[in-house]
């Protein structure tokens, strides 16, 4: 009897009680670099290599939420040592959030960002309405003055990211109490609907990428019920999707092929017991975990930026571990990271 007693028990707390994290986890973590502090709260990072410079961009506000009054950061470094301030994109009321930057087709790059609108007058801030943002930046290096994404039913939504693949951006729309919905655009402006995902535990911050034959790979976030983290893939015309639910929650998450495309590199917030960290993971191509790598962090922190270069990775993210949020970056050897 208390055998079974003690089977049953398990399985319970098995389905209902996943654990945090399931991979073992390194005692040391990786050294950051502090790369700005300028506001109270620094937040939300993305990198993209362009026209010889890296960029990084990221959220400035007065706290995590409500913080009705963000702004997009964008700065930039040649060499990884030394970064210098590249633009700010802001818009008169309303609390810009998460920007995540892309190349387009032609050649233009386009800054996609949150946009949250609070009723100030109520203490705390009442958030009223949520639409996304978009700006671009031209020849002359200069970001235009953010403005709403055009797609139905916006009002309570959010696209938190876009890949481009074959002349279109493809992102991951949620909100409105609707289905998460794979969504595209050509101009950057204008989304329409593919077809929704059939993922339950309110779905949100996606991040799509493509392998080399055009499969598309969806690294999905999961805020309610059990909260793992899913990866979803699926053929054109991407209507239809396979789904697989990991066995680790996401918080921020990016990811990559690795070279050679047999393995993932995903950057995401690690739930561990003893509190958030920023992490690096190597899994196979379902997401299962074959490594981990601890990034110097703690508290408020993850939502990494990543792109590999002169056979590093480079990787941005926030962390509030010293007491204030900042933001931070450090450079990992492929060779240490993929052997």
Same mark, same amino acid.
């Given at each position: 009897?208390?055998? +079974?007693?003690?089977?049953? =028990?398990? +399985?319970?707390?098995?389905?209902?009680?996943?654990?945090?994290?399931?991979?073992? #986890?390194?005692?040391?973590? =990786?050294?950051?670099?502090?790369?700005?502090?300028?506001?109270?709260?620094?937040?939300?990072?993305?990198?993209?290599?362009?026209?010889?410079?890296?960029?990084?961009?990221?959220?400035?506000?007065? /706290?995590?939420?409500?913080?009705?009054?963000?702004?997009?950061?964008?700065?930039?470094?040649?060499?990884?040592?030394?970064?210098?301030?590249?633009?700010?994109?802001?818009?008169?009321? %309303?609390?810009?959030?998460?920007?995540?930057?892309?190349?387009?087709?032609?050649?233009?790059? =386009?800054?996609?960002?949150?946009?949250?609108?609070?009723?100030?007058?109520?203490?705390?801030?009442?958030?009223?309405?949520?639409?996304?943002?978009?700006?671009?930046? /031209?020849?002359?290096?200069?970001?235009?003055?953010? !403005?709403?994404?055009?797609? !139905?039913?916006?009002?309570?939504?959010?696209?938190?990211?876009?890949?481009?693949?074959?002349?279109?951006?493809?992102? %991951?729309?949620?909100?409105?109490?609707?289905?998460?919905?794979? #969504?595209?655009?050509?101009?950057?402006?204008?989304?329409? @609907?593919?077809?929704?995902?059939? #993922?339950?535990?309110?779905?949100?911050?996606?991040?799509?990428?493509?392998?080399?034959?055009?499969?598309?790979? %969806?690294?999905? @976030?999961?805020?309610?019920?059990?909260? +793992?983290?899913?990866?979803?893939?699926?053929?054109?015309?991407?209507?239809?999707?396979?789904?697989?639910?990991?066995?680790? @929650?996401?918080?921020?998450?990016?990811?990559?092929?690795?070279?050679?495309?047999?393995?993932?590199?995903?950057?995401?917030?690690?739930?561990?017991?003893?509190?958030?960290k920023t992490g690096i993971l190597v899994t196979d191509l379902k997401g299962n975990i074959l490594?981990?790598? =601890?990034? !110097?962090?703690? /508290?408020?922190?993850?939502?990494?930026?990543?792109? %590999?270069?002169?056979?590093?990775l480079w990787v941005s993210y926030y962390s509030s571990h010293t007491g204030k949020t900042k933001?931070?970056?450090?450079?990992?050897?492929?060779?240490?990271?993929?052997?």
């Amino acid at each position: 009897m208390k055998k +079974l007693l003690a089977v049953v =028990l398990f +399985l319970f707390l098995a389905r209902f009680c996943p654990a945090q994290f399931p991979a073992a #986890v390194p005692s040391a973590a =990786l050294p950051g670099t502090e790369i700005w502090d300028g506001a109270q709260h620094n937040a939300f990072t993305d990198l993209l290599e362009y026209k010889g410079y890296v960029y990084c961009s990221f959220r400035e506000g007065s /706290g995590h939420v409500p913080g009705s009054n963000g702004v997009g950061r964008i700065i930039r470094t040649r060499d990884g040592n030394t970064w210098e301030s590249f633009a700010l994109i802001q818009k008169e009321g %309303i609390d810009l959030r998460d920007q995540k930057i892309s190349v387009m087709p032609d050649g233009r790059v =386009l800054c996609l960002m949150g946009g949250s609108v609070y009723d100030v007058t109520k203490k705390p801030s009442r958030l009223m309405a949520m639409y996304p943002h978009v700006a671009f930046m /031209g020849k002359d290096m200069k970001f235009t003055t953010p !403005e709403k994404a055009v797609l !139905e039913n916006s009002g309570h939504n959010w696209i938190w990211r876009l890949t481009w693949y074959k002349g279109a951006g493809y992102g %991951i729309d949620y909100g409105s109490g609707r289905p998460a919905a794979l #969504v595209k655009t050509t101009d950057g402006k204008t989304f329409t @609907r593919v077809t929704d995902l059939e #993922v339950d535990g309110a779905p949100n911050e996606s991040t799509i990428r493509f392998d080399k034959k055009g499969k598309m790979y %969806i690294l999905i @976030r999961r805020e309610t019920g059990d909260k +793992l983290g899913v990866l979803a893939t699926g053929k054109a015309p991407f209507t239809s999707f396979s789904y697989h639910k990991l066995d680790y @929650r996401l918080g921020g998450p990016d990811f990559m092929f690795a070279p050679g495309r047999k393995k993932l590199i995903v950057g995401t917030r690690l739930y561990l017991p003893g509190g958030a960290k920023t992490g690096i993971l190597v899994t196979d191509l379902k997401g299962n975990i074959l490594k981990t790598l =601890l990034l !110097e962090s703690g /508290g408020d922190c993850s939502y990494p930026g990543m792109l %590999i270069k002169n056979k590093e990775l480079w990787v941005s993210y926030y962390s509030s571990h010293t007491g204030k949020t900042k933001i931070y970056f450090t450079r990992i050897p492929m060779k240490d990271l993929l052997n």
